[in-house]
């Protein structure tokens, strides 16, 4: 497995942030290259599925992901969410955390994203040759996604 972690401050409420995180179909605009589909009735919460496509045409890759694990932030405490990836490719997991980062008894302002993989590829040997440079690039691309992520509020992007 590959581990890597990225972190974004952002510019509005924990409880906004946090539904534009989950909002699965929104990583499209974050995400060079990838399209999301909803797999399941539910777009949110525990049992939701959804699939990120990421690549152009034959050289696009599936990352099937179940959330198992649902929290929204709440006072004083963050929001969390796991997914589980299941793809025959994309094989690991993701957490996601927002905190809120605003002071006690002021009204919420800042928030920050947390967010980890641990990522593997099949055949798993390749993860274990190429475990190095899958968590830089995870990490790089992670990073990029999360600053549009932020910068879409700066600018009041919907």
């Known amino acids: 497995?590959?581990?890597?972690?990225?972190?974004?401050?952002?510019?509005?409420?924990?409880?906004?942030?946090?539904?534009?995180?989950?909002?699965?179909?929104?990583?499209?605009?974050?995400?060079?290259?990838t399209r999301v589909t909803i797999l399941?009735?539910?777009?949110?919460?525990?049992?939701?599925?959804f699939v990120a496509r990421t690549g152009i045409g034959?050289?696009?890759?599936?990352?099937?992901?179940?959330?198992?694990?649902w929290a929204p932030p709440s006072?004083?405490?963050?929001?969390?969410?796991?997914?589980?990836?299941?793809?025959r490719v994309v094989h690991g997991g993701a957490q996601i955390e927002v905190w809120n980062l605003g002071a006690a008894g002021s009204p919420p302002s800042r928030s920050l994203v947390h967010w980890s993989e641990d990522l593997a590829v099949a055949p798993e040997r390749l993860t274990?040759?190429?475990?190095?440079?899958?968590?830089?690039?995870?990490?790089?691309?992670?990073v990029r996604a999360l600053r549009i992520m932020a910068r879409e509020f700066e600018s009041g992007e919907p």
């Open 1 to 33: 497995m590959s581990r890597f972690t990225a972190q974004v401050e952002v510019q509005a409420p924990a409880d906004v942030v946090w539904e534009r995180v989950t909002d699965w179909r929104a990583h499209e605009r974050w995400i060079p290259l």
């Open 40 to 49: 399941t009735a539910q777009h949110t919460g525990i049992g939701a599925r």
């Open 58 to 69: 034959p050289l696009a890759v599936d990352d099937v992901m179940e959330v198992t694990s």
């Open 75 to 87: 006072e004083g405490l963050p929001g969390r969410c796991e997914v589980v990836k299941q793809g």
């Open 128 to 142: 274990r040759l190429a475990g190095p440079l899958i968590a830089a690039a995870g990490r790089a691309g992670l």
